[in-house]
């Protein structure tokens, strides 16, 4: 059997079709479902000219139907695309023009959206609109008729060299489809998640078997994915891995971040898995846990066995505060981009981990500017590289990925941006990305440091800091910061220039109520840069 994920889900639903594959309140899409509104979805595909590596468009929530339409895409040897929820006309425009999507799944609330771009893209042949409100789009076909008016497609031979795309969140530019084979992420997944539920990773034909026995033995795993699924974080770590064992895929229903529903939901649902956004999710979720400590609110959350984390600093006294609730939760914080992965921290109550301090992945690096891997212990930074499963490269983009995935002495390696130094052990400390360096006075500071510094202040909720034009010295950095607590300005920066070098401490700090980020808990920094300016 090839490494795929539709010809592997296509086995599980065959052996424990009954089990939950997909819950978000009061829905609940058993795998014998999913496996077979995907195939009638799948066959509706077909019928509009989709097949081999034809781009196919989600643009929605999160929902059971958007898990569907990325299956039913696999089942043809299509590629789904992950479009951003929050984008309106002209980045809209771009990315479904730009991906050559021939087909779009969107939730009807975004329907307007899709009207003011459909006429400028002629290779759409079908919009399938999942009503979530009373409006409707004039020419778009209601998914539930799709689906029921469809014939269940065929299972087919795939190939585990299948095309899978992820668009970036465009944190460093224009979003860019990120290419990989399919084969790599399947048997990633296998691996990541097979050893956390006690048996070894499985062959893709002994999948269906292991999760057969997974379900006889209750040991089925449950993973509440609060995060966005039409990013690499909430469908790569979230949900694929568990769904490549026979597990459950669990979403919320509301669509603001709202940690009491996390909670709620997690206790209501058993779940054993939860996948967050470094401290924009986790810290909000701690707080939540002291509140109802206070209340004496006693929550069931004894299933929780595993946390992870990627896209954001997680910082240590954060996993501490939620440790310290939950005795038996291990955080494992991945050191990840869209390029690839290259490491991890593990976190538990009996072995804490710093903060940013990650075990490498084998095949990872940190490079000089020349090339030459970083000696540890040396202090000297530099670029994060990775090889093995690195990406094919960025769709329609030469250009770009000749500068992100570049051959050194053979070896074929992945730049995602990120700096680090190289401790005496090994292990990396993580100091930002490259794009986020500020340059004052001739210095280099890197954001991530300086926002680590200010969240332990404890009147501060969160904080983004950026570089901003000055006459005097080039740069000066910035905080946007968001309060829960009693902080003005100086004490901020006083309590910055006591753990850090002078020339690192804001200069500037804006309260703001909200610190601007994406639905997944990225930083939005072209956003804080701008109410910095505002600001004066």
Same mark, same amino acid.
Do not use: Y
């Given at each position: 059997m090839e490494a795929h994920y539709a010809t592997i889900w296509e086995s599980i639903a065959d052996r424990v079709g009954d089990s939950d594959a997909i819950v978000q309140g009061t829905r609940r899409v058993t795998w014998a479902d999913y496996e077979r509104r995907a195939a009638r979805l799948a066959a509706a595909f077909a019928a509009a000219g989709v097949g081999f590596n034809s781009k196919v468009a989600l643009f929605l929530y999160n929902a059971p139907e958007y898990l569907e339409g990325y299956f039913a895409a696999l089942k043809l040897r299509a590629v789904p695309v992950n479009v951003n929820y929050r984008y309106l006309d002209d980045e809209l425009h771009y990315l479904l023009e730009n991906s050559d999507s021939e087909v779009v799944v969107f939730h009807s609330s975004l329907g307007e959206r899709i009207a003011h771009v459909r006429q400028r893209l002629p290779l759409l042949r079908r919009w399938i609109e999942v009503a979530d409100d009373a409006q409707h789009l004039d020419g778009a076909e209601r998914y539930e008729e799709v689906v029921a008016a469809a014939v269940p497609a065929a299972h087919m031979a795939r190939s585990a060299d299948d095309i899978a795309m992820v668009y970036t969140g465009g944190t460093t530019g224009m979003p860019k489809g990120v290419m990989t084979r399919i084969g790599g992420g399947v048997l990633a997944g296998l691996a990541g998640l097979a050893p956390m539920l006690g048996i070894a990773a499985p062959a893709p034909e002994e999948v269906a078997?292991?999760?057969? @026995?997974?379900?006889?033995?209750?040991?089925?795993?449950?993973?509440?994915?609060?995060? =966005?699924?039409?990013?690499?974080?909430?469908?790569?770590?979230?949900?694929? =891995?568990?769904?490549?064992?026979?597990?459950?895929?669990?979403?919320?229903?509301?669509?603001?971040?709202?940690?009491?529903?996390?909670?709620?939901?997690?206790?209501?649902?058993?779940?054993?898995?939860?996948?967050?956004?470094?401290?924009?999710?986790?810290? =909000?979720?701690?707080?939540?846990?002291?509140?109802?400590?206070?209340?004496?609110?006693?929550?069931?959350?004894?299933?929780?066995?595993?946390?992870a984390s990627a896209g954001a600093m997680f910082s240590r006294e954060v996993k501490d505060a939620l440790v310290e609730h939950l005795p038996q939760l291990t955080i494992v914080d991945l050191i990840a981009a869209t390029e690839g992965g290259m490491g991890m921290s593990v976190h538990s109550r009996k072995r804490p981990a710093a903060t940013a301090s990650f075990r490498v992945n084998p095949g990872t690096r940190v490079m000089n500017e020349d090339g030459h891997p970083v000696a540890p212990g040396s202090g000297e930074i530099g670029m994060v590289a990775l090889s093995g499963t690195v990406p094919l490269g960025y769709y329609k983009d030469p250009e770009k990925s000749a500068r992100t995935f570049r051959e050194i002495d053979g070896v074929r390696w992945s730049f995602p941006g990120d700096f680090a130094?190289?401790?005496?052990?090994?292990?990396?400390?993580?100091?930002?990305?490259?794009? @986020?360096?500020?340059?004052?006075?001739?210095?280099?500071?890197?954001?991530?440091?300086?926002?680590?510094?200010?969240?332990?202040? =404890?009147?501060?909720?969160?904080?983004?800091?950026?570089?901003?034009?000055?006459?005097?010295?080039?740069?000066?950095?910035?905080?946007?910061?968001?309060?829960?607590?009693?902080?003005?300005?100086? @004490?901020?920066?006083?309590?910055?220039?006591?753990?850090?070098?002078?020339?690192?401490?804001?200069k500037q700090i804006v309260l703001v109520a909200q610190v601007p980020r994406a639905p997944n808990g990225k930083a939005d920094y072209k956003r804080a840069r701008e109410l910095v300016m505002a600001a004066g």
């Open positions: 078997t292991v999760a057969a @026995q997974l379900a006889a033995d209750g040991r089925r795993s449950r993973s509440l994915v609060p995060c =966005p699924l039409m990013h690499g974080t909430g469908l790569g770590i979230g949900s694929h =891995p568990t769904m490549l064992l026979g597990g459950c895929t669990v979403l919320v229903d509301g669509r603001r971040f709202d940690p009491r529903e996390i909670w709620d939901v997690a206790e209501r649902e058993r779940v054993t898995g939860i996948t967050v956004v470094g401290d924009a999710f986790a810290r =909000p979720l701690a707080r939540t846990l002291d509140e109802d400590r206070r209340n004496d609110r006693r929550r069931d959350l004894s299933s929780l066995q595993i946390m130094t190289v401790e005496a052990d090994g292990t990396i400390t993580l100091l930002g990305r490259g794009s @986020q360096v500020i340059n004052t006075g001739g210095e280099k500071v890197f954001a991530e440091e300086v926002e680590e510094v200010l969240k332990r202040h =404890p009147a501060v909720e969160d904080c983004l800091v950026v570089g901003v034009a000055d006459e005097r010295f080039g740069q000066r950095v910035a905080a946007v910061v968001a309060l829960h607590g009693s902080a003005d300005e100086v @004490q901020l920066i006083a309590h910055a220039k006591g753990q850090l070098a002078a020339f690192k401490a804001p």
